[in-house]
């Protein structure tokens, strides 16, 4: 048995370390608990714009592809730099960010990649304008206009062989196997039927340079004045010129099944290879304005097209990149004000 005596002293010595633990707790050297700064909502994107290369800086000087973007809609606004991207993306308070994410294939995917799996962003309702500049073949297009795609076909997946190689007259192209599901995509009828709806009457802006240059060519449509359209978008690394190379993209666009070429551009399938895994691509829409044709007319060759003498340039740039904002502003500025109706998917017209 335990004596009293014992006991008093044991009691004794559990109250004094219990008070020497109240110290402890409430002593100003005691470590105290920081709390940990909620890290920021992301934001939620609802329209995404994509262009490919600025020329200098985004507004003030020399419009490229992304500087009437970015004076519309995100003048002022802080950088947000992403790990891996090209550049950083801007975004406005209404849900439209964009950014450049860099020109050809793997250049602009790698950006996009980026982006979408940076945690600032919500892109789960997002939609998609790939803006840029771009060729058209003489025979579907002219300087200045503005085309949405209905498909975007990949270009360079496939075999290929010189043409005294094979039969005259005969393709120089087959698809390669384990390709089909990233040679082609086809573009949201629905959604491209909005963007017709709301920007095929656009005023386009054109030259004097650019109306002069058409007149090269005997094609009625290298003639006509700026206008909006769709079509096919080809997307290629090899930037390529000649009668004979725009054959070949018209050939391939068929043999997928897709509409007539009428864009060829660098970099369109590539990022909807990106944005369709992760989100699928109901939402992605293809913008390109033509700067030159894919071909000279029929009193130059192809090589003389490539390196034209100072002066003998399509003119039309600056009318070009212009008007692809001037379109594609109307498809953003509507899905924006419409958000309610856009938000779950592409509403019925």
Not at 128 to 157: C, F, H, K, M, Q
Not at 307 to 316: E, H, L, N, S, Y
């Amino acid at each position: 048995m335990i004596s009293t005596l014992a006991l008093l002293r044991r009691l004794l010595a559990l109250s004094a370390a219990a008070a020497l633990a109240g110290c402890a707790a409430t002593s100003p050297m005691a470590p105290v608990a920081t709390p940990v700064a909620a890290a920021p909502a992301p934001v939620q994107v609802k329209v995404f714009v994509a262009a490919m290369f600025e020329i200098g800086q985004n507004t003030g000087d020399r419009a490229g592809e992304f500087q009437h973007w970015y004076e519309r809609y995100w003048k002022g606004a802080a950088p947000i730099q992403v790990p891996g991207a090209l550049g950083p993306v801007y975004c406005n308070a209404d849900g439209v960010c964009g950014a450049v994410l860099g020109m050809g294939k793997v250049n602009s995917s790698a950006s996009m990649q980026a982006i979408l799996q940076n945690p600032r962003f919500d892109f789960s309702k997002a939609y998609y304008v790939l803006s840029g500049v771009a060729g058209t073949p003489p025979s579907r297009g002219t300087i200045g206009e503005v085309n949405w795609a209905t498909w975007l076909v990949d270009y360079d997946l496939g075999h290929r062989w010189a043409p005294e190689e094979g039969k005259p007259g005969a393709p120089t192209f087959m698809p390669r196997k384990g390709y089909e599901e990233y040679r082609r995509f086809q573009i949201n009828p629905a959604l491209v039927g909005w963007a017709m709806k709301l920007s095929a009457d656009t005023p386009l802006k054109d030259s004097e340079s650019a109306r002069t240059y058409r007149m090269r060519y005997p094609d009625a449509a290298a003639r006509r004045a700026p206008f909006v359209g769709t079509g096919t978008h080809m997307t290629g690394d090899t930037f390529f010129h000649g009668p004979g190379m725009s054959r070949q993209a018209q050939y391939i666009a068929r043999l997928y099944g897709a509409d007539d070429y009428v864009i060829t551009e660098m970099e369109a399938a590539a990022i909807t290879l990106v944005i369709k895994r992760s989100h699928g691509t109901d939402r992605v829409m293809s913008l390109r304005g033509a700067v030159n044709f894919d071909q000279g007319n029929p009193k130059e060759t192809t090589l003389e097209h490539l390196d034209p003498a100072p002066g003998q340039t399509a003119g039309g740039f600056a009318e070009t990149v212009e008007n692809i904002e001037l379109v594609g502003s109307r498809m953003v500025d509507h899905i924006v004000g419409h958000w309610p109706q856009w938000q779950g998917g592409v509403p019925a017209r």
